[in-house]
């Protein structure tokens, strides 16, 4: 093991970017990133192919050496919450717009307005953003009260912004540490095996590497294509989801009733985007530990 780096930044001191061995970067103090994420992942013993932490980091590295300024007016982020209050610590910015998500307009999928469905409710309001938007995002309207750092108000100072400007490739989240097993979602299901088992025979998302390296919570910021591409995936499954899981939705959790199709969705969110081998998805926050206490 090495000693101890002195990171201040996201990770990326070039010691750390020249070591070939993934297990090597649990010293590195960058607490942003996707270094972080390696680092986490690299010692769990229940990864199948730990060759993926090195796809990724090769990918890392390519992407920084393209990154550009962002355009901050070509950047869209619909920050989701129940009450005004809940976003209140957060300062208004030309490129953040806060909704209540009991208002949005479905249209069509207006079957679907219900707390149950939590904040994957967006992905199915058609005029969330403007058709000519480049970068797009939907975040939780508690994100700078639940995370530690890169506060959504201050997106525009984030490193990592121009590594999502300079590859189009690129998917900017919250968190994406561990496998899906150890996801907030998933364990709030009484029947694991059972939905895992329906998610991939419905989604065609069966290989087990994608369970390892994808978004927690719905948290994501990437140019409008990718986001299109993936509502439309949803969109086109959400009806045998719904018919298929809904005799196995039960939880050991009293407050699962009020959310438990939207943690259905977190983890088919999780699975596309893991399942997308073109795609980079570079965490930027650091869950407060206390947010699940």
Known sequence: MTEPCSCNSPGYCIRHLQQKNPEQWITCLGKIGIRRQLDVESGWSSVPDKSIFQEIKNKLDGAVKKSIPININD?????????????????????????ILKDLQLNQWGFLQS?????????????????????????????????????IDDFHNWENTSILAGNKNVVLCAHSLGGIDSSGAWNRFKYKEEIKKRLCEITGINDPKYFYNGIWSNQIICRKKIYDEYCLFLKSKIHQ?????????????DDFSNRKFGYIIELVTWMWFASQSNLLVITNAKLKPEWYS
């Open 75 to 99: 950047v869209h982020i619909a920050i989701l919450g129940h009450n005004y209050e809940q976003m209140n610590n957060i300062e208004d910015r030309s490129y953040l717009k806060k909704y």
């Open 115 to 151: 707390e149950s469905f939590s904040e994957s409710r967006a992905f199915f309001c058609d005029d969330l953003f403007p058709n000519n938007a480049e970068y797009v995002g939907v975040v939780t309207g508690s994100w700078n009260s639940k995370f530690n750092n890169s506060k």
């Open 241 to 253: 989801l719904l018919d298929e899981l809904h005799n196995h939705l039960e939880s050991p959790y």
